[in-house]
């Protein structure tokens, strides 16, 4: 297998390729246990990550708490990593919803989306 790619190992350490391509998941991460630089990677990113967040948390004033890790708030969800919804389950959902009153009117001003019937 290849060097990884930045999306690649993103979409692994968010859980993101887990729930969407498992085999890919496992291939990668035993390319993982072999390779040495894509491993030293993704410890980076990790670190990157880890820090970015225990910023943001210190921008917080005192009175509002930090949000908790994506992955506790897949747990207390009762969902892991591998429950994850993709971007094409979710499209797929919102079109079985039916068609949006107002779609396609007035482009780049926002206004009121209401969810009409399907068949309507």
């Given at each position: 297998?290849?060097?990884?790619?930045?999306?690649?190992?993103?979409?692994?350490?968010?859980?993101?390729?887990?729930?969407?391509?498992?085999?890919?998941?496992?291939?990668?991460?035993?390319?993982?246990?072999?390779?040495?630089?894509?491993r030293?990677?993704?410890?980076?990113?990790?670190a990157?990550?880890?820090?970015?967040?225990?910023?943001?948390?210190?921008?917080?004033?005192?009175?509002?708490?930090?949000?908790?890790?994506?992955?506790?708030?897949?747990?207390?969800?009762?969902?892991?990593?591998?429950?994850?919804?993709?971007?094409?389950?979710?499209?797929?959902?919102?079109?079985?919803?039916?068609?949006?009153?107002?779609?396609?009117?007035?482009?780049?001003?926002?206004?009121?989306?209401?969810?009409?019937?399907?068949?309507?």
């Amino acid at each position: 297998m290849p060097h990884a790619d930045e999306g690649r190992l993103h979409a692994y350490l968010d859980g993101a390729l887990h729930a969407e391509a498992p085999e890919a998941a496992r291939a990668l991460g035993r390319h993982l246990d072999a390779c040495a630089d894509c491993r030293a990677r993704l410890e980076s990113e990790r670190a990157i990550r880890d820090e970015a967040g225990a910023l943001l948390g210190l921008s917080l004033p005192p009175s509002v708490s930090a949000a908790p890790p994506w992955d506790e708030i897949l747990h207390r969800a009762g969902r892991g990593t591998e429950g994850t919804t993709s971007a094409a389950s979710t499209a797929a959902g919102m079109d079985a919803m039916g068609p949006v009153e107002g779609a396609g009117k007035r482009p780049g001003r926002p206004g009121r989306i209401r969810w009409l019937p399907a068949g309507r």
